[in-house]
């Protein structure tokens, strides 16, 4: 088991404060694990535990959310990438792998597109080609429009139990469910309506560094030919199917998906 440490990064310039998780080898291969939608770095908790020396991995909290500082504006996907390069300048990470999970995956792809220079490889883990186009989205959008802080209970634990298809321990998903009850409500609106309004596909374009996507094929949102359109758009891409996965397998199977994590860094980034 790896030591799992919290610190946290100074973004300067007017950014938040965010904390991160840090975990593996000092000498590892720098792997940064992007969260998605109302989470926080403690999605990645049963990764990190299990981190190999060969891998380095830092997995800040995204501004708004868990205990990272949460300012008024600045919820769009470009403002979440503009806040992962700041990270990776804060921390004094060069260059890595970018480990996007679930809507995690656009600011990490933007990030890959726009700053190749910074970006080794791409890991797209249950990540949308869009989301506007998802049945549940509009729903979802019309019941966070009169949510008031706090956000009901209730709702967050039907949103996380409904992302799996294996079991998984009570414990940890009582920790996600109190992670996501950190975001305000106006964060729970503003952050999704930036991914309903931003042209997630047109964020595809323009990756050419080397990109593994990593699909549950029981996902509840993301159906395959979703999974295809980002295997049409990006040139150096390939797919892993995890059979029996829901949307997150990065819980349901960390040590698989760590395996195929640190299989793909040691391609991109030989020692």
Do not use: C
């Not at 694990?33 to 990190?48: A, I, N, R």
């Not at 990776?88 to 060069?94: A, H, K, R, V």
């Not at 480990?99 to 597109?113: D, F, H, N, P």
């Not at 956000?151 to 009582?174: H, K, N, S, W």
Request: charged fraction near 25%.
């Amino acid at each position: 088991m790896s030591t799992v440490a919290v610190h946290s990064a100074v973004l300067g310039e007017g950014r938040p404060t965010l904390p991160y998780a840090e975990a593996g080898g000092p000498d590892g291969t720098p792997v940064v694990l992007v969260h998605g939608y109302v989470d926080s770095w403690w999605t990645f908790e049963p990764m990190l535990r299990r981190m190999p020396s060969a891998l380095h991995a830092y997995a800040p909290t995204q501004r708004g959310h868990g205990d990272a500082e949460k300012p008024e504006e600045g919820y769009l996907p470009e403002d979440f990438a503009d806040d992962l390069v700041a990270f990776l300048d804060s921390t004094g990470i060069e260059r890595a792998v970018l480990v996007g999970g679930s809507s995690g995956g656009v600011q990490a792809r933007i990030v890959a597109g726009r700053r190749p220079d910074r970006v080794a490889g791409l890991v797209l883990l249950g990540v949308p080609a869009s989301l506007a186009d998802k049945p549940g989205a509009a729903e979802l959008r019309e019941r966070l429009s009169a949510a008031e802080d706090p956000v009901d209970r209730a709702f967050v634990e039907d949103f996380v139990r409904g992302m799996t298809e294996v079991p998984i321990a009570r414990g940890f998903l009582e920790t996600i469910v109190d992670e996501n009850l950190k975001a305000p409500a106006r964060v729970w609106r503003e952050t999704l309506h930036g991914l309903l309004e931003t042209d997630l596909l047109a964020t595809l374009t323009g990756i050419l560094v080397p990109t593994l996507v990593v699909w549950g094929d029981r996902d509840p949102i993301l159906p395959r030919e979703d999974q295809q359109r980002i295997l049409d758009t990006i040139p150096l891409s390939r797919l892993l199917v995890h059979e029996g996965a829901g949307h997150v397998p990065y819980w349901e199977n960390p040590d698989r998906v760590l395996r195929d994590i640190a299989a793909f860094a040691a391609e991109v980034m030989p020692s």
